[in-house]
Nanobody, 130 residues
Framework: QVQLVESGGGLVQPGGSLRLSCAAS????????IGWFRQAPGKEREAVSC????????YYTDSVKGRFTISRDNAKNTVYLQMNSLKPEDTAVYYC???????????????????????WGQGTQVTVSS
């Protein structure tokens, strides 16, 4: 059974850091791109970052560039999202997702489209507040 499980969320003060993990099972992580999305209350799901199946390509939405870093550890079948300099506007439920077989490089803007992903985790809450 293909499954993704996020962890690492929590409450952090502005300027703090968190590292989210996305553990995969039922498939080999390096076969597919993996994306991170987030959804705040009352807002649409927003693409945050993506890493290609090879790990050579990484993509970020403008609001997190320079603050977030996506990486993967294929030996652990896990993708990480290191989040630094967190802001209150980063508060959301964060989801990881597996790219579909049709999500291939060069991605263009397709990496940011939720319909390009075929498996989603249950989400982990990130709250940035003083």
């Amino acid at each position: 059974q293909v499954q993704l499980v996020e962890s690492g969320g929590g409450l952090v003060q502005p300027g703090g850091s968190l590292r989210l993990s996305c553990a995969a099972s039922g498939f080999t992580l390096d076969d597919r791109p993996i994306g991170w999305f987030r959804q705040a209350p009352g807002k649409e799901r927003e693409a945050v970052s993506c890493i290609s199946s090879s790990g050579a390509g990484t993509y970020y939405t403008d609001s997190v560039k320079g603050r977030f870093t996506i990486s993967r550890d294929n030996a652990k079948n896990t993708v990480y999202l290191q989040m630094n300099s967190l802001k209150p506007e980063d508060t959301a439920v964060y989801y990881c997702a597996r790219g579909s077989a049709y999500l291939r490089e060069p991605f263009g803007i397709s990496w940011s489209r939720p319909h390009r992903y075929d498996t989603w985790g249950q989400g982990t809450q990130v709250t940035v507040s003083s």
